[in-house]
Structures are given as structure tokens and as C-alpha cells.
């Protein structure tokens, strides 16, 4: 009878859990155009994001089909970076805030920036923290850059899942060995 209770508190447990938040997963990638405020990347101190558009996605953003129109803020401090961000980018309900911006390499013809921050989709209880890099590239005067962005998994869902999982197989070796 007390497996048949530590079962049953833990299934409502994970329950109550899954019917509270929804984290988001998964991830997207997007390209555009941009233009520095000058024609060097390692004298710009902004750029300005032109049409950007989603090249793949998946987990909850899987939504978004190849094409997709993603609004970024513009225009965006580099040389140095500042950060906090809101809504470094959004496409439909999603958005990233970008907590810490850093830039990982720099020449005149490319800028590399990475960052971290939080992906929302409006519910504060979905929220979860990511990841984004972006890669800004210039050559004869044409102006492109692509980025990825993607959650970051969650370490209390991560220990849900191994702790139902231990509970799980300690039930079961209980039963045969008795």
C-alpha cells in the first residue's frame, strides 16, 4: 500500500507540474541583411538589422515555416555591446531577451556576437533561458549575417525525470524481488 501511495503522490506531482508551465523547447535559426553605421566592422558602433527571415526551426518553433518574417531591435550597439536587450528578436509570440551580448570574434569584413538572456512566449511560467550567435559578414559592400537561438534545458525538469525514473525502477525491483 505505501508504493501504491509514493506512486500516486509522485504521478500528481509531475501533474501539477506539467499543468503549471509549458517550457518552451527547440530552437531557430534566421538570416537577413543589415548595414553598420560605416563601412568597417571594427569601427561600427551599431548596425541596423534589414529583412530577416527564418531558415529552420524546430520544438516549439517549429510552427514557423522557412520564409517566416522575424522582427529584430534595431539598431543594435556593438563595438562595445550593450546589453540588456528586449526583444533582441521576436516572431509570433516568442521573443529573446538578451541578458549578456559578447563579442567572440572581429575583423573588418566579420562580426561574431553571443549571448544569453531568456525566451518568452508571453507566459512568465513558460519561459526558459537561451542561447544566440550570430554571425555578421561583409564582402564588396553586400551586408549578410545568420543566427541560431535555442532554450537551454531546464535542470529541475531534467531532475523530475530522473528522479520518476528511479522511483520507477526501485518499484519494479521491489516487486521481483519479493
Known sequence: MKIKNTLAIAVLVGLGLSAQANPI???ISFAGNYTPNNNDLTAATSIAFGSTFVTSANGNF???APGSTVTMATPLAINPTLAPVLSLWSIGIFSFDATSLTQ???TATTLTLTGTGV???GNPADQVAGQ????FNTLNGT???SASAGSV???SSTLLLLGSALTGISIIRRKLVS
Open 153 to 155: 534545458p531546464d535542470a
Open 119 to 121: 525566451i518568452k512566449d
Open 62 to 64: 517549429a510552427i514557423f
Open 25 to 27: 523547447t527547440g530552437g
Open 143 to 145: 551586408y549578410s549575417w
Open 132 to 135: 544566440w550567435i550570430a554571425t
Open 104 to 106: 567572440s570574434a572581429q
